[in-house]
C-alpha cells in the first residue's frame, strides 16, 4: 500500500512546485535537509511569482531562489539562524533573520505561525513501512510537517537514515515525492586548532571530570576542545547536544563517550542535527547509540539541568565589561543567532556540578589593527544573546573567570584580568569612567 502511494505521488521536481502561489510561505527546513531540485524549479519560476515567503536555517548552499537576478522581487528569505551562506543572503537584501531561542522552535509551528502553505525539503528513501527519515536534522520537521498544508519530500539516497523520536513523515501526509539526484552531502571540515584555540581548550579542560555530559557549540574553539579531549584520559562521557560533529564520533570510536553516567537517556546520545564530513554521515547512520530528538527536548533547560555534570561550550563575538555575552551580531551587522546558547548556559549552571563556558578570542583582526572582544559596553546594535545575569565562566586565552556572584566592579576586574594586555589600562580607564571600577583593585 505504502509503494504505491509512493508511485501515485511520484513527480518531477517542475511539477511538484506547481502547487506554489504568490505570496505563499514555504519552509525549506534546516540544513543538509534544505531541498535543491524542487529549489531549482521554484528558480526558475520566479517570473510568474512574487511576494513569496521562504523559511530556513543553518544553510549549506546559495538557494537557487536567491540566486537568480532581483530575488527580492519574488522571494523573500527568512532564517532562524545564519551560517555564511544566510549572511550572504541578508547583504544582497533578499532575506531576514527571524530571531529565536532554539528550544521554542517547534512550539513556534505549531501555536505561533499560521501559515504554511507548502514545506519542501530532503528525506532519506522511504523505509518497509511507508516513512521518510528527516536525516541528521530531527529540530523542528515534524512540527513543521504537522502545521504544512502541502508536503513535498525530496528523496536523497546520500540521506543517512537517524534513529530518533519525531524523525519521519508517512507517504500518506506527503503531497508530492520527488526523485532528486542525489547530490552529496555538504561537507564541513574541521580548521586545526590555532594555539589560541588550544589555549583556550587547555583551560577548560582541567573543569571536565569524567562522566561529564558534552555540549559543544558551532566554532573552532569548541571543536577545539573536542580535539584536546581525545588526547586526554577522560571516560565515560556522555554527549546532549544541538549539533552532533565529527568531534563526537571520534571520541564514540575511541571508546570515551559511553554514556554510562547520564541520568536520562542512558547510553545514548542525544541531539537535534548534525553538520561535518561523509566519515560522520556514515557513522551516524541506522546507529542505535544516536538519538535525534526535537529542538525542544535537547534544549529544553529542564532536560538539561537533569544530566550532572554538565558542560556547554560555545563561542562569543564580544562582552562587555558587565557580563552581557554578543555572540551573534556585531553592532547591526548579523552573524549567526542565538540557537542553543541561552538555553545552555542556564541549563549547565542548573546542573549539579554543571558548567557553562563562553570562549572568544582576546582580540580579533590583524596585526597592528588588533582590537578586544572584552569591550566596556557592547556597540550600538548589538544583541545580547546571555545577559549578565545567566554568564557563567569566561575563557580566552589569557585565563578564565567565572562570573557567578560577582558585583559589577568585581565582574570589570575579572574580565580586563583575561583581556589582552595591550587593551587592559585602556579597560580599565573606561571602567572607571562607566563608575564599575574601584582604585583598590590595582593594589
Not at 84 to 100: A, H, N, Q
Request: aromatic share 8%; proline share 5%; net charge negative.
Amino acid at each position: 500500500m505504502s509503494l504505491q502511494q509512493y508511485r501515485e505521488k511520484q513527480v518531477s521536481a517542475e511539477e511538484a512546485v506547481k502547487i506554489v502561489k504568490s505570496g505563499d510561505w514555504v519552509d525549506y527546513g534546516i540544513c543538509l535537509g534544505q531541498p535543491i531540485a524542487a529549489d531549482q524549479a521554484l528558480a526558475a519560476r520566479a517570473g510568474e511569482l512574487s511576494g513569496v515567503q521562504v523559511r530556513g536555517m543553518v544553510s549549506m548552499r546559495l538557494p537557487a531562489i536567491c540566486a537568480i537576478p532581483e530575488p527580492e522581487k519574488h522571494f523573500t528569505w527568512n532564517t532562524w539562524h545564519c551560517t555564511g551562506v544566510d549572511r550572504e543572503i541578508l547583504r544582497k537584501g533578499c532575506g531576514y533573520f527571524s530571531p529565536m531561542r532554539y528550544s521554542e522552535l517547534p512550539r513556534f509551528y505549531r501555536e505561533n505561525i499560521t501559515k504554511i502553505d507548502a514545506a519542501i525539503f530532503q528525506v532519506a528513501p522511504m523505509d518497509d513501512q511507508g516513512y521518510f527519515n528527516f536525516g541528521p536534522q530531527g529540530s523542528h520537521m515534524k512540527a513543521v510537517c504537522d502545521r504544512a498544508e502541502n508536503i513535498i519530500v525530496e528523496v536523497n539516497e546520500n540521506m543517512p537514515r537517524c534513529v530518533g523520536d519525531e524523525h519521519a513523515i508517512h507517504v500518506s501526509r506527503v503531497k508530492y515525492v520527488v526523485q532528486g539526484e542525489n547530490p552529496v552531502l555538504p561537507e564541513v571540515k574541521g580548521a586545526e586548532p590555532s594555539p589560541v584555540d588550544r589555549r583556550v581548550a587547555e583551560l577548560i579542560i582541567d573543569d571536565i571530570p569524567n562522566g561529564a555530559c558534552l555540549q559543544l557549540g558551532i566554532g573552532d574553539m569548541p571543536a577545539a576542545v573536542g580535539a584536546l579531549i581525545a588526547e586526554t584520559d577522560l571516560r565515560d562521557l556522555g554527549v546532549h547536544t544541538e549539533l552532533y560533529t565529527d568531534v563526537f564520533a571520534e571520541l564514540s570510536l575511541q571508546g570515551k563517550v559511553t554514556g554510562s553516567k547520564k541520568s536520562i537517556d542512558r547510553f545514548r546520545q542525544v541531539y537535534t542535527f548534525a553538520l561535518g564530513t561523509q566519515k560522520l554521515y556514515d557513522f551516524m547512520h541506522d546507529n542505535p547509540e544516536l538519538l535525534c530528538r526535537p529542538a525542544d527536548y535537547t534544549n529544553d533547560v529542564q532536560k538539561v539541568a537533569q544530566l550532572d555534570n554538565f558542560i556547554s561550550i560555545n563561542n562569543a563575538v564580544e562582552i562587555d565589561l558587565f557580563g552581557q555575552v554578543s555572540s551573534e551580531s556585531s553592532g547591526v551587522r548579523h552573524i549567526s543567532g542565538t540557537g542553543g546558547q541561552l538555553d545552555f548556559v542556564t541549563g549547565a549552571y542548573l546542573s549539579r556540578g554543571g558548567k557553562s563556558f563562553i570562549c572568544l578570542s582576546s582580540t580579533y583582526g590583524k596585526n597592528g589593527s588588533a582590537k578586544s572582544r572584552i569591550v566596556p559596553t557592547l556597540p550600538v546594535g548589538s544583541i545580547v544573546t546571555a545577559p549578565r545575569s545567566c554568564t557563567h565562566w569566561v575563557v580566552t586565552e589569557f585565563g578564565k573567570v567565572n562570573l557567578k556572584g560577582l558585583s559589577t566592579w568585581e565582574r570589570a576586574e575579572a574580565l580586563i584580568s583575561i583581556a589582552h594586555p595591550d587593551f587592559q589600562e585602556e579597560l580599565i580607564q573606561q571602567a572607571e569612567q562607566m563608575n564599575i571600577w574601584r582604585n583598590s583593585n590595582r593594589i
